[in-house]
């Protein structure tokens, strides 16, 4: 099967204000959507070690996601399952660098929406995340992680016409980058 | 609306090749991805697969983290941590050449906003070094994420194998999204 990929957007952060990166008003002619991302966070708080990448649909922050277990890799740990028994108000992966303790990496994901453009059935999808740290005690703490596939469920059963990422604690730095593609089938 | 992947560079290993070398690579692009499919010469059954940004194998610059399935494991995920940081640390695995004949490995990897001068940088990367003959041991399928602690752009890509050289008739593609 052929496939055909166009940019659709992309979005690169200027300064230190920038809270929530959104995409709207997405073409409804493809058949996926495929975003690609590479960001980090201003935060310097010690509670913050990482940050969370935080996905919303169609401005949609109620307890509508659902998200699936995944397998997450910890820095010094075992292989886990994360696994969520409630539905949430967003999809949520721990994937964000932030700036605290001199801390110099970012995170990376590459978010995938399968039928986006359906009507009258739930969404799902996959992502791939990682953020490794550059401090060895970070490591040593479990503070750097992967997840080769992770999956989420977004309940609502009508087209995705916007997707918004944002962090739990701080603002984007500048150089974070957001890429959405439309990928067609034929 | 502007094409999102695009071939840059695509070939097939001959001559005996030791590494594959990506230079001059256009910074017009957001985000790097390669396709290869590679068997080693070396006489074992997996052979380790470099990545070396910007050609760089000193500074200690590189760090791993992920998981692997090894077929003599029971089925238990290993996970790949505690590598670096390091000068030349084995990014993936592809199969050596005690394998069963006309096996070659898959790899990707993915290098999102590679021409940034703002981050270092991360790799996805992924591999299946199998033997489909079902008697090696040592298969190994890798999903193994690399960071290269430099805020350089990458301006150039180099793969290795070590122990030998890649085999003839495996073949390699560098594309880009934009």
């Known amino acids: ?186 | 609306m502007t094409i999102g992947f695009q071939v840059l560079a695509k070939g097939t290993f001959t001559g005996n090749q030791a590494a594959v070398v990506f230079t001059n690579i256009d910074q017009s692009y957001s985000h790097l991805q390669f396709e290869i499919t590679a068997r080693g010469s070396a006489a074992q059954s997996r052979v380790n697969l470099y990545m070396n940004m910007n050609q760089v194998t000193t500074g200690s610059k590189y760090r791993l983290l992920g998981t692997q399935v090894q077929s003599s494991s029971s089925g238990t995920a290993e996970i790949v941590n505690g590598i670096g940081p390091d000068s030349n640390p084995a990014f993936l695995h592809i199969c050596g050449n005690t394998v069963q004949a006309n096996q070659l490995t898959a790899v990707e990897a993915l290098i999102p906003n590679y021409s940034s001068t703002s981050f270092p940088k991360v790799a996805f990367g992924k591999s299946n070094a199998c033997d489909s003959s079902g008697s090696g041991s040592n298969q190994k399928r890798r999903y193994v994420d690399m960071v290269y602690q430099d805020n350089s752009a990458i301006t150039s890509i180099s793969w290795s194998t070590g122990g030998g050289y890649f085999i003839n008739g495996g073949s390699y593609i560098m594309g880009a999204w934009k």
Request: aromatic residues 14%.
């Open chain 1, 1 to 186: 099967m052929a496939e055909a990929t166009e940019l659709i957007a992309e979005q690169v952060v200027s300064g230190t204000s920038t809270n929530q990166i959104t995409f709207s008003s997405i073409p409804q002619t493809y058949d996926d959507l495929k975003f690609i991302m590479q960001y980090m966070s201003t935060g310097t708080s010690s509670s913050w070690e990482y940050d969370y990448l935080t996905t919303n649909f169609n401005g949609d922050t109620t307890n509508a996601y659902y998200q699936q277990g995944f397998m997450r890799i910890k820095g010094n740990n075992d292989p886990k399952p994360n696994m969520q028994t409630s539905l949430q108000s967003r999809v949520s992966y721990d994937s964000i660098g932030t700036s605290y303790n001199g801390q110099s990496n970012p995170g990376i994901c590459e978010f995938n929406i399968p039928r986006y453009s359906d009507s009258g059935r739930m969404k799902e999808g996959t992502a791939r995340f990682a953020w490794l740290s550059s401090i060895d005690s970070d490591w040593n703490n479990g503070y750097s992680l992967t997840a080769p596939i992770a999956f989420w469920v977004y309940t609502p059963t009508g087209p995705i016409t916007q997707v918004s990422f944002k962090g739990l604690s701080a603002n984007w730095k500048a150089g974070s980058k957001f890429s959405l593609y439309g990928i067609s089938n034929s």
